[in-house]
């Protein structure tokens, strides 16, 4: 007997708790639908005022839009338009807004480019700034150089005059006298018995002894021969030329054979030039 009165007790325990967490389900249902009900009633009444502001502005806008027309018409009756021309008007008016407001994104966009484009030559223009400096202390160290250089040429008095002159003994101190740029100088090689033009002047080798380092040079200018005998090698050799007479200098550096020499003729930078052909 006991068995059997404990099943019927198990049930109704079991019948209970479904049914309190029924009641639980039911009441948090009702809560729901209170507060979703709530939810509803306060957004119908937003719904429901929006609409009425929505009548409020399209009434407005009625309203804004009649007396539009009749101030149209009026401004048309007094300008003697049609309706048709107040449209094309204002279609032209809107247009032309248009393009302004294209230009203006036209030109800010030009404006930010050419900004752009004077920051990049800015940045150019100091590298160049940079560049520069360093290019004058080049030039400066060179013409340190070359002045020490020149310096130490052998100066020599001409045949001619008391006037002493730089002369080069080499091609590398002729460059060095070059670049003085106080002179004109046209190197030369001569050979026996064959007269060269050289410069404006005329030279011919008549003469060479390799043993002495002696040779004997023709010159031939202003229609005039001189004859510069027996002398010797880094001589300056001296002879006025030109119109209004200018000293010029001939120096021979090398005897290469009896029949061979070479050097450099030095005129004044007020000399004439040869012509090309």
Do not use: C
């Not at 032309?96 to 484009?117: D, F, T, V």
């Not at 940045?123 to 004058?136: I, L, N, R």
């Not at 004997?216 to 300056?236: F, H, L």
């Not at 020499?261 to 052909?277: D, N």
């Amino acid at each position: 007997m006991s068995e059997i009165d404990e099943t019927p007790r198990s049930y109704s325990g079991t019948i209970l708790g479904v049914t309190i967490a029924a009641l639980v389900v039911a009441l948090g249902g009702l809560i729901w639908s209170y507060t979703l009900s709530g939810k509803l009633t306060t957004q119908q009444a937003q719904l429901a005022d929006a609409q009425q502001q929505n009548v409020k502005l399209a009434a407005e806008l009625r309203e804004t839009d009649a007396r539009l027309r009749v101030a149209t018409e009026a401004l048309g009756k007094s300008l003697g338009l049609t309706q048709q021309q107040m449209d094309s008007r204002a279609e032209e008016i809107v247009r032309r807004q248009q393009e302004n407001e294209q230009r203006a994104q036209q030109m800010e966009a030009a404006q930010k480019q050419n900004s752009q484009q004077i920051s990049a030559v800015s940045s150019e223009v100091s590298h160049v700034k940079t560049d520069v400096g360093g290019v004058k202390t080049d030039v400066a160290r060179t013409r340190n150089d070359l002045n020490s250089a020149v310096a130490q040429l052998t100066s020599i008095r001409g045949d001619l005059s008391d006037h002493s002159s730089l002369i080069a003994r080499n091609h590398d101190e002729l460059e060095l006298l070059k670049h003085r740029g106080d002179r004109n100088y046209y190197e030369f090689t001569l050979f026996k018995g064959q007269r060269k033009v050289v410069g404006t002047i005329g030279l011919e080798l008549k003469k060479a002894d390799m043993k002495k380092n002696r040779f004997t040079v023709q010159v031939y200018s202003d229609d005039k021969k001189y004859e510069k005998k027996d002398r010797n090698v880094n001589e300056p050799l001296q002879f006025y030329s030109g119109r209004n007479p200018l000293l010029f200098e001939i120096v021979v550096n090398n005897i290469e054979s009896k029949n061979q020499i070479s050097g450099y003729l030095a005129t004044p930078k007020g000399a004439p030039v040869p012509t090309v052909p």
